[in-house]
């Protein structure tokens, strides 16, 4: 009798070295309590300044943080210096190791420091906001990865879906390659479907939950230095992990969205959080984000 192979899924969660921070919060227990993993996600999608990873980082350190920046920054911008004895917050810096900075309740004004402006006093409001290009950028950012996505009109309860395409082909997609934008083909690998009877803010909340899944590894991968194979999840870990992409990229982004309600709801009825990895919700979140910002440069395959 042949021995079962473990699934991609389980070969993945044994390689703990690629993911230190989910290391961490399994053997600390953090975020076991479905109350807690909703209060860190209500964080981190309040905390729109940085990246979803540096202000899970900040909340880790500080939870009750409001706006954070470094000493130069306090000293040039707001005219304000850092407390004696205050502590510093680390962070990931962009093409660099660590970067530390400091709360605003960590800092003083100096003479003559003008009021600190709203959105540094209050960071944290509610915003009800609308889409601009984010939904036209991360469609075509996402045919790099071999991203179909076509829209039809459903009916109300039917907003997307994702999944492995066996028919080939090709897509033109526009990367960036250098200080150019060029035209690239790339092998189709995936189909995600619209609903084009939703709004623009909800075509886009159904995109960055299909995306979810697929930067979350649901799907498998194409190249593993792109995104994790974890296929062979459970629905439940694959779903909870959709949503909680959905949820930090919408609302940090100012759009309401039904992942909202869905954490909520599981809060409601389950005390603890399943099995989930928070790197991969992560990574997923601010790979997503990025994809509604830039254009992104073309993807590099393993020569192995």
């Known amino acids: 009798m042949q021995p079962i192979e473990p699934s991609p899924a389980k070969n993945w969660d044994r390689d703990s070295t690629r993911r230190a921070l989910d290391e961490l919060f399994s053997l600390a227990r953090t975020y076991n309590s479905s109350k807690a993993y909703l209060e860190l996600m209500e964080f981190v999608g309040r905390f729109r300044f940085y990246s979803p ?165 649901h799907l498998g991968t194409p190249e593993p230095k792109w995104w994790p194979d974890r296929r062979g999840l459970p629905l439940e870990i694959r779903e909870f992990e959709a949503e909680s992409v959905c949820y930090l990229v919408c609302t940090r982004l100012g759009i309401e969205n039904p992942s909202a309600e869905y954490l909520a709801a599981y809060v409601r009825d ?8 928070l790197d991969a919700v992560m990574k997923s979140s601010s790979l997503i984000e990025q994809m509604g910002r830039d254009r992104l440069k073309a993807r590099t395959e393993s020569r192995n």
């Open 53 to 217: 990873f540096n202000a899970m980082l900040i909340y880790t350190q500080m939870p009750g943080a409001r706006f954070v920046a470094p000493a130069h920054r306090w000293a040039r911008q707001f005219r304000r210096r850092i407390k004696v004895g205050a502590s510093p917050l680390v962070i990931l810096q962009p093409m660099g190791p660590v970067l530390f900075v400091f709360d605003v309740t960590d800092t003083e004004p100096l003479p003559g420091a003008p009021a600190l402006p709203a959105w540094v006093e209050r960071p944290f409001e509610v915003r009800h906001g609308k889409i601009g290009d984010e939904l036209e950028r991360t469609v075509e950012n996402a045919k790099r990865d071999g991203v179909n996505i076509s829209e039809r009109a459903h009916g109300s309860q039917r907003a997307g879906s994702v999944q492995a395409t066996g028919s080939g082909g090709y897509l033109d997609v526009t990367v960036v390659t250098g200080a150019q934008a060029v035209i690239q083909r790339v092998q189709r690998r995936y189909e995600l479907l619209l609903n084009t009877n939703l709004s623009r803010e909800a075509r886009y909340a159904t995109l960055v939950h299909e995306l979810g899944h697929l930067y979350c590894g």
């Open 270 to 277: 389950f005390e603890t959080t399943p099995p989930i990895s």
